[in-house]
């Protein structure tokens, strides 16, 4: 009896599949320049998005550098939660290494949020990673945050 419930288990086990929550996407923003220490691992960075835009509280979010002169700049600095929401801006405490990277302004926050009803087709996976392109005269070809709403 135990080996056929446990081969019925091993049977039915193996049929199950993890499925994508597929409501919401990763988008990424950079950090502004205000950024405090809590304690000696503990940065308080914070995050301005433009109106229309929102992170709910004790959303996760993981920074990573923004490339400056070497690939090696955009290792993980830390992860953490947005902590405080006071409206435009997001506050979001990150556990950084003490002997780590340091957060520093520009430095890219990537979180979850959810999706917009736009074609997702050339532009949007660029703008998710805050990536943007210019035209032949130099001016942008999209705006990455209203990309999302047009």
């Known amino acids: 009896m135990n080996k056929f419930l446990f081969v019925l288990f091993c049977l039915v ?3 199950g599949f993890a499925q ?3 409501n919401k996407w990763v988008r990424v923003f950079p950090i502004t320049d ?3 220490t809590a304690s000696d691992s ?3 960075v914070q995050v301005h998005l433009p109106k229309g835009l929102r992170i709910v509280d004790n959303q996760m979010g993981l920074l990573r550098g923004m490339y400056r002169e ?3 700049d955009t290792g993980t600095i830390g992860a953490g939660r947005c902590q405080l929401i006071k409206g435009d ?3 979001f405490t990150i556990m950084c290494k003490p002997n ?3 957060p520093k302004a520009g430095d890219l926050l990537y979180t979850f949020m959810d999706k917009s009803p736009v074609y997702r087709a ?3 996976p660029l703008a998710c990673q805050f990536i943007g392109l210019l035209d032949v005269y130099g001016k942008p070809l999209y705006d990455r945050y209203t990309v999302f709403s047009q």
């Open 42 to 44: 503990i940065k308080i």
């Open 34 to 36: 205000y950024i405090t």
């Open 13 to 15: 086990s193996t049929s």
């Open 70 to 72: 070497s690939r090696s």
């Open 89 to 91: 801006y997001f506050y």
């Open 20 to 22: 994508k929550d597929t």
């Open 122 to 124: 050339h532009c949007i």
């Open 100 to 102: 780590g990277k340091q």
